[in-house]
């Protein structure tokens, strides 16, 4: 799973935030579907590019996640190339779009599960519980310094 940073939090959260606004979402299409909307942040191309790019190479995402190879050139391939760079891996990819990381599926509330992979309103369940989850990581691994010890008034 992805190193948990605010910057990755923000692209979970910003697609959410549009999942939840109504965008355009079609799950077989694949710039509008899961990760297509997380390239979408990530990358700046339209839903139109993102889905004209991927017609390079036969298959879904998680087709051209297993394809994928980072000196191939393809459009696809830059596309992903750019999603891993911003520390996104190959396999948190692949889950998004199932929604099916386990670890994810912990953090999301129990009212929700079952979540449906095809839903704009799971998908954003799903982005949200995976950016509290990072959000959790993130503070597990911070130090604050002993304010008290410094800071104690001596009578």
Same mark, same amino acid.
């Given at each position: 799973?992805a190193?948990?940073?605010?910057?990755?939090?923000e692209a979970?959260?910003?697609t959410?935030?549009?999942?939840e606004?109504?965008?355009?979402?079609?799950?077989?299409?694949?710039?509008?579907?899961?990760c297509?909307h997380?390239a979408?942040?990530i990358t700046?191309?339209?839903?139109?590019?993102i889905?004209q790019e991927?017609?390079?190479?036969?298959?879904d995402w #998680? !087709?051209?996640?297993?394809?994928?190879?980072?000196?191939?050139? /393809?459009p696809?391939?830059? &596309?992903?190339?750019?999603m =891993?760079?911003?520390g996104?891996t190959t396999?948190?990819?692949?889950?998004?779009?199932?929604?099916s990381?386990?670890?994810?599926?912990?953090?999301?509330?129990?009212?929700?599960i079952?979540?449906?992979?095809?839903?704009? #309103? !799971?998908?954003?369940i799903?982005?949200?519980?995976?950016?509290? /989850?990072?959000?959790?990581e &993130?503070?597990?691994?911070? =130090?604050l310094?002993?304010f008290?010890?410094?800071?104690?008034v001596?009578?």
């Open positions: 799973m190193t948990a940073t605010i910057k990755l939090m979970l959260l910003e959410a935030n549009q999942l606004k109504g965008v355009n979402y079609q799950w077989g299409h694949m710039g509008s579907c899961n297509g997380l979408q942040v700046g191309l339209t839903k139109e590019r889905h991927s017609m390079h190479r036969s298959g #998680k !087709d051209q996640l297993r394809d994928y190879c980072p000196q191939s050139g /393809l696809m391939d830059v &596309i992903i190339d750019k =891993t760079e911003a996104f396999n948190d990819l692949i889950h998004l779009e199932r929604l990381d386990g670890k994810v599926l912990n953090n999301v509330p129990q009212k929700n079952p979540l449906n992979h095809n839903s704009s #309103k !799971d998908a954003a799903y982005l949200r519980s995976w950016a509290k /989850l990072m959000e959790e &993130i503070l597990e691994e911070m =130090t310094p002993d008290t010890s410094k800071y104690l001596k009578a």
